[in-house]
T-cell receptor
Framework: RKEVEQDPGPFNVPEGATVAFNCTYSNSASQSFFWYRQDCRKEPKLLMSVYSSGNEDGRFTAQLNRASQYISLLIRDSKLSDSATYLCAVNTGFQKLVFGTGTRLLVSP | DTAVSQTPKYLVTQMGNDKSIKCEQN?????MYWYKQDSKKFLKIMFSYNNKELIINETVPNRFSPKSPDKAHLNLHINSLELGDSAVYFCASSPDHSSNQPQHFGDGTRLSIL
């Protein structure tokens, strides 16, 4: 089993749609969790950290479920500019980030 | 203004050569990292250094040798380059190696081995 797993997609959604991605992790001792966004041929950029209580930043909401060992990302009112690959990252200790393979999102007009 | 900067952006070289990639961060962070993203887009950590001290050393061939002259710089030297080394190499930094602060990435070095 991979340490961090994501559905690679692509998720094809129309503008304005709500879309959700999940990411599961195998190491129950994992300490912190993040969503990064990566555009084609660019560096990963931090989208948001994921807290136990859940957190929201504008149209983006992240949730952590430690019991089931998954994190989620919800995007409301999708924009064309949201098209990218979304990488789940899990800190397994000493800032060793383990990344999922990414979920590709395509938002169409 | 660039927070984490890598040079060069592109590196095309022949198999068997030795090459170096440089990384510098101006964020005042203590910890720096090297990641490799292969052709399947899988991003994997290689090394981390905290204030010039090696913290993480994943199962990377010993042809790869990181060097940290000070906490703002982490360079990666690769000996005897092989075809499989073709990838994008990202440098990253974070405030330290023990808190849960996120890491910030440089814009990558695209290495192509001919």
């Amino acid at each position: 089993r991979k340490e961090v797993e994501q559905d690679p997609g692509p998720f094809n959604v129309p503008e304005g749609a709500t879309v959700a991605f999940n990411c599961t992790y195998s190491n129950s001792a994992s300490q912190s969790f993040f969503w990064y966004r990566q555009d084609c041929r660019k560096e990963p950029k931090l989208l948001m950290s994921v807290y136990s209580s859940g957190n929201e930043d504008g149209r983006f909401t992240a949730q952590l479920n430690r019991a089931s060992q998954y994190i989620s990302l919800l995007i409301r009112d999708s924009k064309l500019s949201d098209s990218a690959t979304y990488l789940c990252a899990v800190n397994t200790g000493f800032q060793k980030l383990v990344f999922g393979t990414g979920t590709r999102l395509l938002v169409s007009p | 203004d660039t927070a984490v900067s890598q040079t060069p952006k592109y590196l095309v070289t022949q198999m068997g050569n030795d090459k170096s990639i440089k990384c510098e961060q101006n964020l005042g962070h203590d910890t720096m990292y090297w990641y490799k993203q292969d052709s399947k887009k899988f991003l994997k950590i290689m090394f981390s250094y905290n204030n010039k001290e090696l913290i993480i050393n994943e199962t990377v061939p010993n042809r790869f040798s990181p060097k940290s002259p000070d906490k703002a710089h982490l360079n990666l030297h690769i000996n005897s380059l092989e075809l499989g080394d073709s990838a994008v190499y990202f440098c990253a930094s974070s405030p330290d190696h023990s808190s849960n602060q996120p890491q910030h990435f440089g814009d990558g070095t695209r290495l192509s081995i001919l």
